[in-house]
Nanobody, 122 residues
Framework: QVQLLESGGGLVQAGGSLRLSCVFS????????MGWFRQAPGKERELVAA??????YHSDSVKGRFTISRDNAKNTVTLQMNSLKVEDTAVYYC?????????????????WGQGTQVTVSS
């Protein structure tokens, strides 16, 4: 069983930055895919970024502004969010999938965090 603990959400003005972190426990192998999804009120859940041992993915809506990274020694995946926009406001969820390969579909992920609220004000 894998546990995920997210942190770093909050309120920020447009143009500002936030860093989301997700620490996982219960897994010792470095072969996994982790992703950050988000869901805004009235909208579908969408993948923001994902990372495996060999690849990363960033959605077009955040490319150039957000960066996903991982620290295997600390069992942590971080989402650095810069130049935030009002439309980035959402609940952000950390997800985890054991095994090789980069996963970009929500259905592929086995474990989900509780979510952390990110609010960007104008």
């Amino acid at each position: 069983q894998v546990q995920l603990l997210e942190s770093g959400g909050g309120l920020v003005q447009a143009g500002g930055s936030l860093r989301l972190s997700c620490v996982f426990s219960g897994r010792t192998s470095s072969s996994y895919s982790m992703g950050w999804f988000r869901q805004a009120p009235g909208k579908e859940r969408e993948l923001v970024a994902a990372i495996s041992s060999a690849a990363t993915y960033h959605s077009d809506s955040v490319k150039g502004r957000f960066t996903i990274s991982r620290d295997n020694a600390k069992n942590t995946v971080t989402l650095q969010m810069n130049s935030l926009k009002v439309e980035d406001t959402a609940v952000y969820y950390c997800t985890f999938k054991p095994g090789y390969g980069l996963r970009t579909r929500a259905v592929d992920y086995d474990y989900w965090g509780q979510g952390t609220q990110v609010t960007v004000s104008s």
